[in-house]
């Protein structure tokens, strides 16, 4: 997926999309002769994304951080090393060695397993990914909605209440005590927080 970002003036939602395009939208709006203050928050964590506005806005376009290259697909070897080009056959998987520390009766029970250790600490650890999938995401979702809502609504009515209610996931809770803030505020921190998420092609809810 593409990352997100979202431009807000004080507590009015500007745009959400690229960062690129919230930017150009925060730019209209001070040429347009707003004094905001303007906050630009990356969807993924929550967080305000600092930005140098000073300059036109194709200067200010220019020095927009690059997005990260996607991660080279080439297989790896069991060290991290790009995997030479094989022939016809069963393809290698893409691993990467790291030190893991066990205790000796853990490394026992690792030996005893079909297919050896590594076979088995990535069968424990898909394992426990989807068991725990659904609680990881809750917790991230709140944690970045709440850095939204410390940043733009702190000062606003019933934001302990409603800060109460998305830690125990109670959305309609939440909505009931931030009925009087604005909408796009509103809608923003119960996408973020609230969201549903997908594991291994299902969707589940936030």
């Known amino acids: 997926m593409s990352p997100s970002y979202s431009s807000f003036q004080d507590?009015?939602?500007l745009a959400t999309?690229?960062?690129?395009?919230v930017t150009t939208e925060v730019m209209l709006a001070m040429d347009n002769g707003s004094h905001g203050p303007f906050f630009i928050f990356d969807d993924t964590t929550g967080r305000t994304v600092e930005l140098d506005?000073?300059?036109t806005l194709a200067e200010v376009l220019a020095r927009l951080p690059q997005p990260a290259p996607p991660p080279d697909e080439?297989?790896?070897t069991e060290a991290g090393e790009p995997d030479a080009p094989r022939g016809r056959g069963r393809?290698?998987?893409g691993v990467v060695a790291r030190e893991v520390t066990l205790l000796p009766r853990h490394w026992d029970w690792l030996?005893?397993?079909p297919g050896g250790a590594s076979v088995a600490l990535r069968r424990l650890v898909e394992t426990a990914r989807r068991t725990h999938a659904q609680k990881d995401h809750q917790r991230a979702a709140h944690e970045r909605a709440y850095?939204?809502?410390?940043?733009?609504?702190?000062?606003?009515a019933g934001f302990e209440e409603a800060s109460r209610a998305l830690f125990a996931n109670d959305q309609?809770?939440?909505e009931m005590h931030t009925t009087d803030w604005p909408a796009g505020l509103r809608g923003y921190l119960i996408r973020l927080g609230f969201a549903p998420f997908t594991v291994d092609n299902e969707t589940l809810p936030g």
């Open 11 to 13: 507590d009015a939602l």
């Open 17 to 21: 999309g690229t960062l690129a395009a």
């Open 53 to 55: 506005l000073r300059g």
């Open 74 to 76: 080439a297989p790896t």
């Open 91 to 93: 393809p290698r998987l």
């Open 111 to 113: 030996a005893t397993q």
């Open 147 to 156: 850095h939204v809502m410390a940043s733009l609504a702190g000062n606003r």
């Open 172 to 174: 309609p809770r939440f």
